[in-house]
């Protein structure tokens, strides 16, 4: 539950980014880079709707099994504009997202742009040692509210799709999760990512219409 501190925090966030865009104009669109961890399971259960099948009125039930996701997965960290994938990162066996691991996996991004404008606030991401570590690559980090997967392109509209092609499949191995992730994220398209970085601003003007609470669509 968001408190009124929490909205009034997200309606100043907007303001102040929707301010940006209106003085820069699509510009600032094309300078943001985001980017966001989610865990790829060895298999994604089907949703409702892709598990649904057509039967005849008089057609015998079958039975349901309950399944859950498998305990196989790899974490995997997406960074992106508006032109599409920028860079793909998996964690390896046994190590885990800290300051350390963040800091490489920006340097690897370093490598492949000259400018990163936005990242969220989890706790490895807004560490002291990765403020110092972003503050030496010259990259500008823009505002973002806490508790907004709402506000965050990877959240609201690449992770849900991106797990959706996934569902159903069921992968042997890490390797076999990473190559399909890859070439999902290449077939997406260039518009689909630009439709993401888009609707941002719909969404930053929602959420101070709708006094700072959460945005569906």
């Known amino acids: 539950m968001l408190t009124q501190e929490h909205k009034e925090h ?14 820069e104009g699509e510009s600032f669109l094309d300078r943001i880079i985001t980017g966001d961890e989610t865990w790829c399971h060895h298999y994604e259960l089907l949703s ?12 015998q039930l079958k039975k349901k ?3 859950l996701p498998s305990a196989g997965k790899v974490m995997c960290t997406v960074f992106w504009d508006r032109k599409g994938v920028i860079l793909l990162d998996f964690l390896e066996p046994r190590q885990t997202i800290n300051s350390d691991h963040y800091i490489v996996t920006l340097t690897k991004l370093k490598a492949r742009i000259s400018r990163v404008r936005q990242h969220d606030n989890a706790r490895s991401h ?19 509210p806490p508790y907004s997967p709402d506000l965050v392109p990877s959240d609201f509209h690449v992770f849900g799709p ?10 042997p191995s890490s390797n076999a999760i990473v190559r399909a992730v890859k070439q999902w994220a290449t077939s997406a398209g260039a518009d689909f990512y630009k439709c993401g970085m888009q609707v941002l601003v719909h969404r930053w003007r929602k959420c101070i219409a709708n006094g700072g609470d959460y945005v569906g669509k």
């Open 126 to 144: 807004t560490s002291l040692k990765t403020v110092e570590h972003i503050a030496n690559l010259g990259w500008t980090v823009l505002p973002h």
């Open 65 to 67: 099994f309950k399944t």
């Open 162 to 171: 991106m797990k959706d092609g996934l569902r159903g499949q069921h992968f």
């Open 10 to 23: 997200r309606m100043q966030v907007c303001q102040d980014l929707l301010n940006q865009y209106k003085a």
């Open 48 to 59: 409702k709707r892709q598990s649904m099948e057509w039967r005849h009125v008089n057609s």
